[in-house]
């Protein structure tokens, strides 16, 4: 489940506001900005008026009332350059390549320049209207894609086939040192072959002519066109001779990156900035803007980049903060449902590299049940997302949130509120009371310890409100605040595992397929938790099942995965979330979540500065 509108996360896909990913994840979450659907180049506007949405009588404010689509005003001019803001407290780690990255922010760099050779529409099923199209057969297994005439990579080289056959070479090399090989990967046939050295071709994979490639799975089923294609290509004329073990630090990736998006990269300041210009080649026709310069922007001063119009745009806005800017004069909010989740996890087991799986277990500090259940019934993840973010983010209970309304099961409450049975399940589990904190049930000392971002101001606050919870009930929880790229390196995205951490908090940016497994499934680097089991193993495989395609069975599959995931407890989902931006008056054509027919080469401005507030 870790794709993204604007760039597929495969990942998850992460968010860096309070903890995040997304993931994708990668550590998926925010859009940079129009991000295609695969229907028709229109620009709906909005129905509804620009003002700002206002809260309830009792402060709180809900997604619904607001619009997704920025209202146009006045005339766009020709040309003109956008400032867009990417609202972290750390660099971000310029591993600027689809087929590489595995953080957030890289991921709001890549969305200018770069994107997939396949769309979706609002349903999330692949289109025929992307830079590539697709044929299926009759058994479901085999596609065959023809790219566009007029695809070139910015350097303007044609996009070939070979390319797109190259990306998977790469990623299915044993050198490779990125995330995405994983269960779509090797549903690719002869890609697990490949990878262990038993053969020196992927036998699924054919190249037909220069724009035709044809990729035959070994299982169909209901994913392949909602999100398990890799539709990345990967330059062959300039990657071909840097071994794949060099490739995801070399300059082609970190310093001069090219793709076939609508901008180029002109500049990059590591880890700080970029400025991208207009790419006049663009598969889709050439780009409204001259120029786009991004660049970090700490959660601190957002407000003052955003009143001044130091930015037109930023890709996550802080949620905490908008209450207290709602009335900005030089802005029009945007606001969706967030395909993400923020959540806590528990270390059940490490990564096992040479296996490429999951590896359990059963002796770890949280490996009882009991107490993760407890952690759990500890918070008030209601009373969390009132007071902490105006009901702009609100209590969560299952893995699949309800960005995917038909698979979310709304009926499921998950683990709810209760401190008082939380004290008693641990007490009946031996984790019994030695002065202000339990010991394990074996009299030894119980201390736990948890680590969660840095971020936006509430970020350690909201952190130490759990910590609290938790010691309400009598657990010793000691809190790391960790800056995002070194999070992530503790929890384990290379495959290393920090054995210090017990417990933590991050989030995640699922993607347009509902399947769980990239993130949860036996071999998800991503799968931070470590968790597996045989229950878990069937219940993935069954989603992605010849029987999935019936839409009940999948439906029925996901509940009860849902529900073994509230049962056993690997993580549990804090806040579902609104994803909320300010958009300076002078933008054109610029909208976030899902549903919309708009695409990133239509944003423009009507003036060359920004307004800045009254």
């Not at 309830?56 to 003109?80: C, P, R, Y």
């Not at 090989?181 to 020196?200: F, L, P, R, S, T």
Request: contains cysteine.
């Amino acid at each position: 489940m870790l794709n993204h509108r604007f760039t597929k996360l495969v990942l998850p896909v992460m968010l860096a506001v309070i903890v995040v990913l997304s993931a994708c994840s990668n550590k998926g979450g925010s859009e940079p900005s129009a991000s295609p659907t695969g229907t028709t180049d229109s620009s709906p506007s909005p129905s509804a008026s620009a003002a700002a949405p206002e809260s309830n009588d009792d402060g709180l404010f809900n997604v619904s009332d607001f619009n997704n689509i920025k209202t146009n005003e006045g005339e766009a001019i020709a040309g003109g350059t956008l400032n867009y803001g990417l609202v972290s407290d750390t660099p971000f780690a310029g591993t600027l390549n689809f087929n590489f990255y595995s953080g957030q922010p890289d991921v709001e760099v890549l969305g200018w320049f770069d994107e997939p050779l396949l769309t979706w529409d609002a349903s999330y099923v692949y289109t025929n209207d992307g830079a590539a199209t697709y044929e299926v057969s009759e058994d479901g297994r085999t596609f065959t894609f023809t790219i566009r005439d007029n695809v070139n990579w910015q350097d303007g080289t044609p996009l070939t086939a070979e390319d797109w056959e190259f990306a998977h070479e790469v990623i299915g090399h044993p050198d490779y040192d990125g995330p995405r090989y994983d269960g779509g990967m090797i549903n690719v046939q002869g890609m697990a072959e490949y990878h262990d050295g038993k053969a020196d071709k992927i036998s699924g994979i054919e190249v037909l002519s220069d724009k035709q490639l044809r990729i035959t799975y070994i299982e169909s089923n209901p994913s392949l066109i909602t999100g398990g294609i890799w539709s990345y290509p990967l330059a062959k004329h300039i990657f071909k001779d840097i071994p794949v073990k060099e490739m995801s630090a070399s300059a082609a990736v970190r310093q001069k990156p090219v793709g076939i998006g609508p901008f180029k990269v002109e500049s990059i300041v590591p880890g700080e900035s970029v400025v991208f210009v207009k790419n006049p080649d663009y598969w889709r026709g050439e780009p409204k803007l001259d120029k786009v310069v991004l660049r970090v922007v700490n959660p601190s001063n957002v407000v003052q980049e955003i009143k001044t119009g130091g930015v037109d745009i930023v890709g996550s806005f802080p949620v905490d903060q908008f209450p207290d800017n709602a009335g900005l004069s030089n802005v029009e909010w945007l606001g969706a449902v967030d395909r993400a989740y923020t959540y806590i996890g528990f270390k059940l087991g490490t990564w096992d590299a040479a296996a490429n799986k999951v590896k359990p277990n059963p002796d770890a500090k949280m490996s009882d049940v009991n107490l993760r259940k407890a952690m759990w019934m500890a918070v008030d993840n209601d009373a969390v997302g009132k007071q902490f973010y105006n009901g702009l983010r609100w209590n969560a209970t299952t893995l699949i949130p309800p960005s995917h309304p038909e698979y979310h099961d709304a009926s499921n409450p998950g683990i709810t509120y209760d401190p008082e049975a939380a004290k008693k399940l641990l007490d009946d589990a031996g984790y019994k009371l030695n002065g202000d904190f339990r010991t394990k049930p074996d009299g030894s000392e119980l201390t736990i310890t948890f680590i969660s971002m840095t971020g936006s101001e509430i970020a350690e606050p909201l952190s130490r409100y759990y910590v609290q919870a938790w010691k309400e009930i009598g657990l010793n929880v000691q809190l790391e605040m960790i800056e995002f790229n070194a999070f992530y390196n503790r929890v384990g995205d290379t495959g290393e595992d920090d054995p210090s951490v017990d417990v933590y908090q991050a989030a995640w940016g699922v993607g347009i397929d509902v399947d769980p497994a990239g993130l949860y499934g036996r071999e998800a680097i991503y799968n931070f938790s470590r968790y597996a089991s045989d229950e878990n193993d069937r219940l993935l495989a069954e989603g992605l099942s010849e029987k999935a395609f019936d839409k009940e069975y999948r439906l029925k599959v996901y509940k009860e995965w849902q529900e073994l995931m509230v049962q056993e407890v690997p993580v549990f989902p804090t806040l579902y979330r609104a994803k909320v931006v300010p958009v300076n008056n002078r933008v054109h054509n610029y909208y976030i979540g899902d549903g919309t027919d708009m695409y990133v080469y239509n944003i423009a401005v009507n003036a060359d500065k920004a307004i800045a507030a009254k």
